[in-house]
């Protein structure tokens, strides 16, 4: 006999066929809440913050259409000058501590990963500002590197070298390096961690061998632990590059949102909230243009992190 099939079986079958359908992807529910977190303060606000960089928005009320405007004044027109000098301030500031963190931080694991007593100690001590609020030791540097009565100088005159003592964070030359000196200061504990994790990992048999091969430490150096560390090290390249186009607390704590003196320690970040929020003697502002710098920013960080992404899983398929 032909199978009849009713409108109530098909409906069942498809019923079944949807359970386990749901059971077979039931980590989709797990994920369902983050998700919906993400979408809500990441994805919407992302798409959101590209649609606004082509207006002209105050922050309230109603939005009139730019196109490329805002783009143009910030490439080409009356910001175009600031812009490109804190977008040349975000390279070497990339430049500058990629240098400072990635060479001291493996020559602080190096030392740490090798059998000397107290490495423990020194461990917590070189992390311990990498944990404190970016707010605290701004401020706390500020105190340090007064030009009248800051422990730097002072010392530095105690120590007869009153030539070194300098306004650090008054002159315009010095200004920006002593910034950055100061952040390098805060985060070189993870980049000493990061390292450790990746030394660690290295197979001791590697080192026991080129030991018996006659190697010595400073071939071991540089044929074993350098080759085998340069994923680690293109990761941090990769961090560090996302986190010198997002440097903003630093400054603002220590310098202010005018990012003195005279624009000498102006970046993207301090560019963006002036010409976002107004005022702080800001040619033109609006939520528009800071939305058009984040985009700009965007397109500048989101290439060049994927090509060192594909850096790095390169030579980590090589070795």
């Known amino acids: 006999m032909p199978k009849i099939t009713t409108q ?43 649609r606004f960089s082509f207006y002209e928005w105050p922050g309230v009320g109603p939005m009139t259409w730019r196109g490329l405007g805002n783009y143009r004044d910030i490439l080409f027109g009356i910001l175009s000058d600031i812009f490109w000098r804190a977008f040349g301030h975000n390279i070497y500031y990339f430049l500058l501590s990629s240098v400072l963190q990635t060479l001291l931080g493996l020559f602080f694991a190096l030392v740490l990963s090798s059998n000397i007593k ?59 390096p002593t910034v ?61 590059f996302i986190w010198s186009f997002e440097a903003f607390d630093m400054i603002f704590v220590m310098q202010g949102a005018m990012a003195g003196p005279n624009y000498a320690t102006d970046v993207l970040g301090t560019f963006f909230y002036r010409v976002t929020f107004g005022g702080m003697g800001a040619s033109k502002s609006g939520m528009g243009l800071g939305a058009a710098v984040t985009t700009l920013m965007l397109i500048v960080i989101l290439p060049v992190s994927l090509i060192q992404v594909k850096l790095r899983d390169r030579f980590s398929s090589e070795f």
């Open 8 to 50: 109530a079986g098909k409906k069942i079958d498809r019923s079944n066929k949807l359970v386990r359908t749901l059971r077979n992807h039931d980590y989709l529910i797990l994920l369902l809440p983050a998700l919906i977190l993400y979408t809500g303060f990441v994805i919407f606000p992302f798409i959101n913050t590209i």
């Open 118 to 176: 107290g490495t423990n100690v020194f461990k917590t001590i070189y992390f311990i500002p990498n944990v404190l609020a970016i707010v605290a030791v701004g401020f706390l540097w500020n105190l340090l590197l007064n030009p009248q009565w800051g422990m730097v100088n002072k010392l530095l005159v105690s120590l007869g070298l009153e030539s070194w003592a300098k306004p650090w964070l008054g002159d315009p030359k010095l200004a920006f």
């Open 180 to 240: 950055i000196l100061v952040a390098v200061w805060r985060g070189l504990g993870f980049y000493i961690l990061v390292y450790l994790a990746g030394i660690t990992g290295i197979p001791s048999d590697l080192v026991e061998a080129a030991q018996i091969d006659g190697a010595s430490t400073v071939d071991i150096l540089r044929y074993v632990y350098l080759p085998l560390l340069l994923p680690t090290f293109l990761t941090l390249i990769t961090l560090n």
